[in-house]
């Protein structure tokens, strides 16, 4: 980026707030695309000035939090400034006796964590490896983990938000309590957004107890089908339970090898946590072991350390595997929860036809998939496999998004699947919040 044009910079956010250091630049890069410079705010009021400052000159910016998802949507078109939240987290306000907080956007969901913890309070979202993850970040991406299942995802604990667009205005939306006042809730617009119509500046939370003991059982299922036998019956039962996840036989192996000697053998498993008192986690046990005995699985309780590994690795799925093979390709899908089996047993038809390896952790009560591939051979064969198991995706009433993959991957498939009806209404939202297209050109849905 132009000197010039960095001193302009410098005088909004101030000059140690922005640079154009290459360690810094690469950190924000997104599918091999590095911005000229990267900009750190320490109020909402300079990331709107940012980016009214950016949208004067046809510059394209990429909202970012802790970078741990920045590869989530297709390749930007242009990226000239990575605007960075970090520094944007005071707490506004925190009440612990109403279970609400307000507090900058920036802060890491690890840190808000730390702070209501004395208070017995949470965020209830799993929380991942990539501790850096902002809570701006995590509601930009909607993103949730195994928790799910009992809490839902942001959408479901944000209650208002402060939003900075590239007009340069800041708007309130929603408000401090989860009754608020009718209208509009423009909040709701921007959660899952990715960072395209504006940048989340505060979010306003509905927080929650922590739970008084959690204990996880773990259901040796042996296939797919008494899979969904047993997930029809758990989720008859008149029990709550935090987490239910199945992991196929391969994460189950990666994920514990001690409760499934000589993997991958022996099949998939269906992890489920339950929290609340001795008396709600006794009652518990016995029902899922009464159920586990009637649809012939195997049933074992499992010990808290032991567990909590396993539940980190589950809620980090996306992320780990994407580090740890590199070239992978991670991908979500999302259906009616009867569907979700007979998907699970498509796709890995499939892939076993191919030759590709599949990793798949799935939320059966929530109807949502993460699947990992590995040992392809080129991005000929990952696009292809990705366009047949979306069909079958979208034939069940379902979606299939590209969650993780090289550029070369997302050049042949649509990360986000064929625009839907409702795209036009979007074309239309996003002319009208990012008219001269400032933030995260061509990331979103149908490239916009
Ligand atoms: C299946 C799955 C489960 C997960 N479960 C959880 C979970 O339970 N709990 C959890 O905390 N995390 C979870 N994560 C990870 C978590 O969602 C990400 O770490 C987090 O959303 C990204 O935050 P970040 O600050 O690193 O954002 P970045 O990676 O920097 O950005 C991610 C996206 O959000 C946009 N963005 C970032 N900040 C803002 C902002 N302030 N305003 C507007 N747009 C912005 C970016 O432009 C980009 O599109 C999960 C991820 C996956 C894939």
Redesign the pocket.
């Known amino acids: 980026m132009a000197e010039a044009a960095l001193t302009e910079l410098a005088g909004i956010v101030g000059e140690s707030q922005c640079t154009a250091a290459a360690s810094e630049r690469e950190f924000?890069a997104v599918d091999g695309l590095t911005p000229g410079c990267v900009v750190y705010p320490d109020s909402a009021e300079q990331a709107a000035q940012t980016l009214e400052w950016a949208a004067g000159r046809d510059l394209a910016v990429?909202?970012?939090?802790?970078?741990?998802?920045?590869g989530?949507?297709n390749s930007p078109r242009k990226y000239d400034i990575a605007l960075?939240?970090r520094n944007?987290t005071k707490v506004d306000y925190y009440e612990p006796s109403d279970l609400t907080a307000g507090v900058g956007?920036?802060m890491?969901?690890t840190d808000f964590q730390k702070q209501l913890k004395p208070d017995g309070l949470w965020l209830p979202?799993?929380?991942?490896g990539?501790a850096?993850?902002?809570l701006?970040?995590?509601?930009?991406?909607n993103?949730?983990?195994?928790?799910?299942h009992f809490y839902g995802a942001p959408r479901d604990m944000v209650v208002g938000m402060q939003?900075a667009t590239p007009e340069g205005k800041l708007i309130r939306t929603g408000g401090r309590v989860v009754k608020n006042v009718a209208g509009y809730d423009l909040g709701k617009l921007?959660i899952g957004?990715?960072?395209?119509l504006?940048?989340?500046?505060e979010v306003n939370l509905k927080l929650f107890p922590l739970p008084a003991e959690c204990q996880t059982f773990v259901l040796s299922v042996g296939t797919l089908d008494i899979a969904r036998d047993l997930r029809r019956r758990i989720l008859a039962l008149p029990i709550e339970l935090l987490r239910m996840v199945l992991l196929d036989a391969e994460m189950a192996g990666i994920a514990h090898p001690g409760l499934q000697p000589g993997r991958p053998a022996c099949g998939p498993q269906i992890w489920l946590e339950a929290g609340g008192s001795k008396s709600v986690i006794d009652r518990t046990r016995k029902e899922l072991e009464a159920v586990s005995r009637a649809a012939g699985a195997k049933f074992h309780s499992c010990e808290w350390e032991a567990s909590e590994k396993v539940w980190k690795m589950i809620?980090?799925?996306?992320?780990w595997f994407g580090k740890t093979y590199p070239g992978a390709v991670?991908l979500?899908g999302t259906m009616p929860i009867a569907h979700g089996e007979e998907f699970q047993s498509f796709a890995q038809q499939e892939a076993q036809n191919e030759k590709i390896k599949l990793v798949v952790v799935s939320l059966p009560g929530v109807g949502?998939l993460?699947l990992g591939l590995l040992g392809l051979q080129n991005a000929a064969q990952a696009a292809g496999f990705v366009s047949r198991i979306r069909k079958v995706a979208e034939e069940s009433g379902g979606a299939l998004t590209v969650?993780s993959a090289t550029a070369e991957v997302k050049a042949l498939v649509d990360v986000w699947g064929g625009p839907e009806t409702t795209f036009e209404l979007m074309r239309k939202l996003k002319a009208a919040w990012d008219p001269e297209g400032v933030l995260?050109p061509g990331?979103f849905v149908g490239s916009i």
Request: net charge positive; hydrophobic share 45%; with cysteine.
């Open positions: 924000f990429i909202a970012c939090g802790g970078a741990t998802k920045l989530i949507g960075c939240t944007i956007a920036g890491a969901l979202l799993d929380l991942p990539c850096k993850g902002t701006g970040g995590v509601v930009a991406t993103a949730s983990g195994p928790l799910r939003i921007m957004s990715y960072g395209t504006g940048v989340i500046t809620s980090d799925f996306a992320n991670v979500k949502m993460e969650i995260a990331r």
